[in-house]
């Protein structure tokens, strides 16, 4: 038996930033006293700073679906008519949560791998003038696809809906101009690009969304935002007991995030992901996500006859490793890499190295570093200087 150190390759939870797991073991302190109530602060200031908002941010003690679920709950009455695109698993989240609350739904669908594209949003608009909402993944990480959020943000700015975007792998993994582009409420999680355990959700709020708080009607009760944004105010940290060890966590990983830039960060994540593109085209896969690919994961088909779970199954027990299956119907047919966070070219010239052994091992033809030979191509690409 061969040392096998575990890897996390999926896109959630994704690999840890050691200052911040670190961090973690000194969260022996107490969420009433204002020690706690500053490291909060800090840390919804440094979010705000690194999402480059001026909107209220707020820090829940859930997964990204806690924050969808209250962006729902708190900007929004039963029967508002809102608009829906459906692209993938998370696509689907968003028509059983608005389903859930009773809204009136106008659901745009695509097919897995493709992507609700603007000009459908805009005929929505134009045929539905009283939607009060128009819900939407930056990064349906289902399919590794992306959507274009800037162009469908300015269809949604000057109308009356709010545009809500769960950004839960879109943040640090492509643009997203909040106040520029008019998304008045942005959705992130601390166990994706953010580099620390699944257990926190954030939101920015902007003002037109906090307008619409005034008269939504639908009950809610933990989830609180406007509580929660009086209490923060106040200074008297959060409504609920709050995830101490990893609001500490999230202030180190933050600081790194600001030393790095968050458009190093980004740029990170493309890179990493058109490497494993590349990569992927050397040995002869296609990509499921074709046409608008993003950046957060890349979503691979399996060669003909394959099943993809034979793939995710190779990368466990012969290296280690934990890469992500297809979900639902995707199961079996696609596998899934990750590249947002605490990820850099040696995991991928890694990854890509052992996929190329999983794949010859399983009958398909593979000539040995071409793979890899395609990934550090965009490495010296990035790096090397110009001649």
């Known amino acids: 038996m061969h040392i096998k150190k575990q890897r996390l390759l999926t896109p959630g939870p994704t690999p840890l930033y050691p200052p911040a797991l670190h961090a973690m073991m000194a969260s022996d302190v107490h969420h009433r006293t204002q020690d706690f109530v500053k490291i909060q602060a800090q840390a919804l200031a440094s979010l705000k700073e690194v999402m480059d908002t001026t909107n209220d941010v707020l820090?829940?003690?859930?997964?990204?679906?806690?924050?969808?679920?209250?962006?729902?709950?708190?900007f929004f009455s039963h029967c508002d008519k809102v608009i829906v695109c459906v692209a993938g698993k998370f696509g689907e989240r968003w028509q059983e949560i608005a389903k859930a609350y009773s809204l009136n739904a106008v659901v745009l669908q695509s097919e897995y791998g493709d992507v609700v594209t603007p000009a459908r949003v805009a005929a929505a608009?134009?045929?539905?003038?009283?939607?009060?909402?128009?819900?939407?993944?930056?990064?349906?990480?289902?399919?590794?696809?992306?959507?274009?959020?800037?162009?469908?943000?300015?269809?949604?700015?000057?109308?009356?809906?709010?545009?809500?975007?769960?950004a839960i792998t879109g943040l640090g993994t492509m643009p997203l101009d909040i106040d520029n582009w008019g998304i008045d409420i942005c959705i992130g999680g601390s166990q994706k690009a953010f580099m620390i355990p699944p257990g926190l959700a954030f939101l920015s709020i902007s003002p037109k969304a906090w307008e619409r708080n005034a008269t939504a009607s639908i009950p809610r009760f933990y989830f609180d935002l406007k509580k929660e944004k009086k209490m923060v105010e106040k200074g008297?940290?959060?409504?609920?007991?709050?995830?101490?060890?990893?609001?500490?966590?999230?202030?180190?990983?933050?600081?790194?995030?600001?030393?790095?830039?968050?458009?190093k960060l980004i740029e990170n994540a493309q890179l990493l992901a058109k490497a494993t593109r590349d990569a992927a085209s050397a040995l002869g896969l296609e990509l499921f996500a074709k046409g608008s690919p993003g950046s957060s994961v890349t979503a691979i088909q399996a060669p003909a006859g394959m099943d993809s779970g034979v793939i995710v199954k190779a990368f466990r027990t012969q290296f280690g490793a934990v890469i992500a299956n297809g979900q639902g119907s995707m199961k079996g047919q696609i596998f899934r890499m990750a590249h947002l966070g605490y990820f850099d070219f040696a995991d991928t010239f890694a990854v890509i190295a052992a996929l190329e052994l999983i794949l010859h091992t399983n009958g398909h033809k593979v000539t040995f570093g071409s793979g890899v030979a395609a990934a550090q191509r965009v490495w010296a690409e990035a790096n090397q200087p110009k001649a």
Do not use: R
Not at 64 to 72: N, R, Y
Not at 125 to 152: C, Y
């Open 59 to 74: 820090i829940l003690v859930a997964s990204g679906s806690g924050a969808m679920d209250a962006s729902v709950s708190n």
């Open 125 to 166: 608009l134009a045929e539905n003038p009283d939607a009060k909402g128009v819900f939407i993944q930056a990064s349906e990480t289902s399919t590794g696809a992306a959507h274009d959020i800037e162009s469908i943000a300015k269809l949604v700015k000057p109308t009356n809906a709010l545009l809500v975007v769960d």
């Open 236 to 263: 008297e940290g959060s409504s609920w007991t709050p995830n101490t060890s990893h609001i500490i966590a999230l202030n180190a990983a933050l600081d790194y995030i600001k030393q790095l830039g968050m458009p």
